[in-house]
């Protein structure tokens, strides 16, 4: 008796698993191709891994750099930031829901310069592990204004000045792109934090990022 043709969904899958080797290697090379930098770092600042365009970010030795205590910033204090926000993303976490993703700004070494934009996220792996996420500017289109403006009920001057802080920028910088004095900027800054149900500038720059990304 001839076997009752299968239904199309009881095929037998097509084998998609790669060796581990195989599987590595590739996906070092499609990292390659990203046009963002991409690194693995420890909760020490010590580097376990970057992509071709972090490698490149990292020889310009213009906001991140790499030394013996690791990764490190332009000035004290941004190497500071950034090796603190390392130690909380990439510390053991046992019982402690996910952390959320961390968004840090480190300025370039030029005056005009808009700075590299970082989103660190946990890795769940056994070291834990934070995974760094660099846009550099030329690949990271404005926040759109009208989108931020709807989405909060912002002013004109509340979303520019929101759009400027997504984009990386220090609040004094955001006062002088926008021509106005650092102390109407923290009060269009605290009018924000109100519209937008948020206590500060990360949490804030995380959430304009998250409504912002699909209309970029």
């Given at each position: 008796?001839?076997?009752?043709?299968?239904?199309?969904?009881?095929?037998?899958?097509?084998?998609?698993?790669?060796?581990?080797?195989?599987?590595?290697?590739?996906?070092?090379?499609?990292?390659?191709?990203?046009?963002?930098?991409?690194?693995?770092?420890?909760?020490?600042?010590?580097?376990?891994?970057?992509?071709?365009?972090?490698?490149?970010?990292?020889?310009?030795h213009?906001?991140?750099v790499?030394?013996?205590?690791?990764?490190?910033?332009?000035?004290?204090?941004?190497?500071?930031?950034?090796?603190?926000?390392?130690?909380?993303?990439?510390?053991?976490?046992?019982?402690?829901?996910?952390?959320?993703?961390?968004?840090?700004?480190?300025?370039?070494?030029?005056?005009?310069?808009?700075?590299?934009?970082?989103?660190?996220?946990?890795?769940?792996?056994?070291?834990?592990?934070?995974?760094?996420?660099?846009?550099?500017?030329?690949?990271?289109?404005?926040?759109?204004?009208?989108?931020?403006?709807?989405?909060?009920?912002?002013?004109?001057?509340?979303?520019?000045?929101?759009?400027?802080?997504?984009e990386?920028?220090?609040?004094?910088?955001?006062?002088?792109?926008?021509?106005?004095?650092?102390?109407?900027?923290?009060?269009?800054?605290k009018?924000?934090?109100?519209?937008?149900?948020?206590?500060?500038?990360?949490?804030?720059?995380?959430?304009?990022?998250r409504?912002?990304?699909?209309?970029?």
């Amino acid at each position: 008796m001839r076997e009752p043709p299968r239904h199309p969904a009881a095929r037998e899958p097509h084998a998609t698993a790669l060796p581990a080797a195989c599987d590595a290697t590739l996906l070092s090379e499609l990292l390659d191709q990203l046009l963002i930098g991409v690194m693995l770092a420890d909760a020490s600042a010590q580097l376990c891994y970057a992509n071709r365009r972090a490698q490149e970010l990292l020889a310009e030795h213009d906001s991140l750099v790499l030394g013996p205590a690791g990764l490190g910033a332009a000035s004290a204090r941004d190497t500071r930031r950034l090796r603190h926000a390392l130690a909380l993303m990439a510390a053991p976490h046992a019982g402690i829901p996910a952390l959320p993703t961390r968004y840090l700004a480190l300025p370039r070494r030029s005056p005009q310069g808009r700075p590299l934009l970082l989103r660190l996220s946990p890795l769940p792996s056994a070291p834990p592990r934070a995974a760094i996420f660099i846009t550099p500017p030329e690949h990271s289109p404005p926040v759109p204004r009208e989108a931020i403006t709807e989405a909060f009920g912002l002013t004109p001057r509340e979303a520019a000045l929101a759009g400027l802080l997504a984009e990386g920028h220090e609040l004094r910088d955001c006062a002088r792109l926008l021509l106005m004095g650092e102390g109407t900027a923290r009060n269009h800054l605290k009018h924000v934090f109100e519209k937008t149900v948020k206590h500060s500038q990360s949490a804030l720059v995380a959430e304009l990022c998250r409504i912002a990304g699909p209309c970029r």
